[in-house]
């Protein structure tokens, strides 16, 4: 099964890469929709596409770099030589003990340089989806003397390629070549920050100091809004029960219109979500998007629009009562009312596979990794998702209601299944301009069903989180 799993994966991948490369033999951002849009021709006196093998190359050095830094640093896993590459392509794919935020977020991150280097080379999604695939490869057989972890492989891989396609349109909007002296100097350096493998190829080629007034970066209408309150995270339904307290500041951010055109191309829109605490919980609280590859609207004569398509998930959430994180794709459904200035009404639902996914277990202690000597807390496997939400928009603020379900089968931990639903709604109100005040209460419930049940219990348990903000809208 596991075997299956990983070949089919690698032959999706490369099949995706092979038919990027032949769809969009020009730049991908030549294929912009604004009314300023270059002629490809001159895109590529501008911007030229680099050769495919540079992004690779680089990709290797940036291997090299992590893996010199880890060495030096005294990482065991890092003593690596003949013998240890010889050994991971002898033993081939198994799984590593690495801690949730590693695996579920840490490796993404690596993976959205991988993934940028190419993407900032001229290459669109697919194509860059390969080469951070290869640089995933070449880390996992080379650079560890740990066997090659197949749930690295896919969360590096495809994960980095989510978020490594929404750090890059995100840095799309700050991009402004006709800007120069300090204006320039602070854009540059939040591209930097946003998408480092960006920078870089900007920095090489010369295009961190250029100024031109043509326009070259495709940049849709976004909306979103940033928020900053208290959380508190106890066990149980009960509101009024005492947990942690934790300031926490958010991020909800929607790229493009998702019913805007006819026909939708690969992250015409995504939703972003983040969280970060600052006591008593993991510093990285949340960090979710969903993203559209491909899709159609259809209009109604009362202005009305429906929607569906395929969509792209990933999900990290991680406080002291539970840990999620799944990455996946599917297809999804939407509507969205006729516009009106006092009301206006949007759903949506997605049903999609998750390829990796991970949940905290009170089991998966026991069930030690037989090469090293430690056991990793959470259970991991592939399963699917259920996503639906919906958003009320009144004069005077918004209702949104959202309802996640995630089933992993657990491949490596407890033996079994986990079921997680949450469901979040969120209450906002104006009270000046673009500030508003809101209350968010989100309810997580897990069942565990174990086939072991000599040793392991099935498992119900609840708890609850309760935010209280003030925000703005941008």
Same mark, same amino acid.
């Given at each position: 099964?596991?075997?299956?799993? &990983?070949?089919?994966?690698?032959?999706?991948?490369?099949?995706?890469?092979?038919l990027?490369?032949? &769809?969009?033999?020009?730049?991908?951002?030549?294929?912009?929709?604004? %009314?300023?849009?270059?002629? +490809?021709?001159?895109w590529?006196?501008?911007? /030229?596409?680099?050769?495919?093998?540079?992004?690779?190359?680089?990709? #290797?050095?940036?291997?090299?770099?992590?893996?010199?830094?880890?060495?030096?640093?005294? %990482?065991?896993?890092?003593?690596?030589?003949?013998?240890?590459?010889?050994? =991971?392509?002898?033993?081939?794919?198994?799984?590593?003990?690495?801690?949730? +935020?590693?695996?579920?977020?840490?490796?993404?991150?690596?993976?959205?340089?991988?993934?940028?280097?190419?993407r900032?080379?001229?290459?669109?999604?697919?194509?860059?989806?390969?080469?951070?695939?290869? *640089?995933?490869?070449?880390?996992?057989?080379?650079?560890? =003397?740990?066997? /090659?972890?197949?749930?690295?492989?896919?969360?590096?891989?495809?994960?980095?390629?989510?978020?490594?396609?929404?750090?890059?349109?995100?840095?799309?909007? !700050?991009?402004?070549?006709?800007?120069?002296?300090? @204006?320039?100097?602070?854009?540059?350096?939040?591209?930097?920050? !946003?998408?480092?493998?960006?920078?870089?190829?900007?920095?090489?080629?010369?295009?961190?100091?250029?100024?031109?007034?043509?326009?070259?970066?495709?940049? @849709?209408?976004?909306?979103?809004?940033?928020?900053?309150g208290?959380?508190?995270? $106890?066990? *149980?339904t009960?509101?009024?029960?005492?947990?942690?307290?934790? +300031?926490?500041?958010?991020?909800?951010?929607?790229?493009?219109?998702?019913?805007?055109?006819?026909?939708?191309?690969?992250?015409? #829109?995504?939703?972003?979500?983040? $969280? &970060?605490?600052f006591?008593?919980?993991?510093?990285?609280?949340?960090?979710?998007?969903?993203? !559209?590859?491909?899709?159609?609207?259809?209009?109604?004569?009362?202005?009305?629009?429906?929607?569906?398509?395929?969509?792209?998930?990933?999900?990290?959430?991680?406080?002291?009562?539970?840990?999620?994180?799944?990455?996946?794709?599917?297809?999804?459904?939407?509507?969205?009312?006729? #516009?009106?200035?006092?009301?206006?009404?949007?759903?949506?639902?997605?049903?999609? $596979?998750?390829?990796?996914?991970?949940?905290? %277990?009170?089991?998966?202690?026991?069930?030690?990794?037989?090469?090293?000597?430690?056991?990793?807390?959470?259970?991991?496997?592939?399963?699917?998702?259920?996503?639906?939400?919906?958003?009320?928009?009144?004069?005077?603020g918004?209702?949104?209601?959202?309802?996640?379900?995630?089933?992993?089968?657990?491949?490596?931990?407890? +033996?079994?299944?986990?079921?997680?639903?949450?469901?979040? /709604?969120?209450?906002?109100?104006?009270?000046?301009?673009?500030?508003?005040? *809101?209350?968010?209460?989100?309810?997580?419930?897990?069942v565990?069903?174990?086939?072991?049940?000599?040793?392991?219990?099935?498992?119900?348990?609840?708890?609850?989180?309760?935010r209280?903000?003030?925000?703005?809208?941008?």
């Amino acid at each position: 099964m596991r075997k299956f799993f &990983l070949l089919f994966s690698v032959v999706l991948l490369v099949n995706q890469t092979l038919l990027g490369q032949f &769809l969009y033999s020009t730049n991908a951002d030549s294929l912009m929709q604004n %009314s300023n849009t270059q002629a +490809p021709g001159r895109w590529q006196k501008y911007n /030229p596409q680099k050769p495919l093998w540079v992004p690779v190359i680089e990709s #290797f050095a940036q291997n090299l770099l992590m893996g010199g830094f880890n060495f030096a640093t005294g %990482s065991e896993f890092a003593k690596i030589g003949a013998s240890t590459i010889a050994h =991971n392509f002898e033993r081939g794919w198994s799984t590593d003990a690495d801690g949730f +935020p590693t695996n579920m977020l840490g490796h993404p991150i690596q993976g959205t340089m991988y993934y940028n280097f190419a993407r900032s080379s001229g290459y669109n999604y697919w194509v860059s989806l390969g080469v951070a695939t290869i *640089g995933s490869w070449q880390w996992e057989f080379f650079m560890e =003397n740990e066997p /090659p972890a197949w749930n690295d492989q896919i969360m590096t891989a495809y994960g980095g390629s989510l978020i490594g396609e929404t750090l890059y349109r995100i840095s799309s909007l !700050i991009v402004d070549e006709s800007s120069v002296g300090a @204006e320039r100097f602070w854009r540059e350096l939040g591209v930097g920050v !946003i998408n480092p493998a960006r920078l870089f190829n900007r920095l090489i080629s010369g295009r961190t100091s250029r100024v031109t007034n043509v326009y070259f970066y495709k940049k @849709e209408h976004f909306l979103g809004e940033v928020a900053f309150g208290a959380n508190n995270v $106890a066990d *149980g339904t009960n509101i009024e029960s005492k947990g942690n307290n934790s +300031p926490v500041l958010t991020l909800d951010f929607a790229y493009g219109r998702l019913f805007k055109s006819s026909k939708i191309k690969p992250f015409d #829109f995504f939703r972003f979500k983040a $969280a &970060l605490n600052f006591k008593n919980q993991p510093l990285f609280g949340q960090l979710s998007l969903y993203n !559209i590859f491909a899709g159609n609207v259809i209009k109604y004569r009362n202005k009305s629009k429906f929607l569906y398509g395929v969509f792209g998930y990933f999900d990290y959430i991680d406080n002291n009562a539970y840990q999620v994180g799944a990455t996946g794709a599917g297809l999804g459904i939407g509507f969205r009312s006729k #516009f009106k200035r006092d009301f206006h009404f949007i759903g949506t639902l997605n049903l999609g $596979a998750i390829f990796m996914g991970g949940a905290n %277990s009170e089991y998966a202690r026991d069930n030690d990794v037989d090469f090293l000597d430690s056991a990793r807390v959470y259970n991991m496997g592939p399963g699917a998702l259920v996503k639906a939400e919906t958003i009320l928009r009144f004069s005077f603020g918004s209702l949104y209601i959202g309802y996640d379900l995630w089933w992993i089968h657990t491949w490596d931990g407890a +033996p079994g299944d986990e079921l997680i639903g949450m469901l979040a /709604p969120k209450l906002r109100v104006r009270v000046y301009q673009n500030w508003f005040v *809101g209350l968010e209460y989100l309810l997580y419930h897990r069942v565990g069903k174990y086939s072991d049940h000599k040793h392991y219990d099935d498992i119900n348990y609840k708890s609850n989180e309760q935010r209280l903000f003030i925000g703005y809208a941008f």
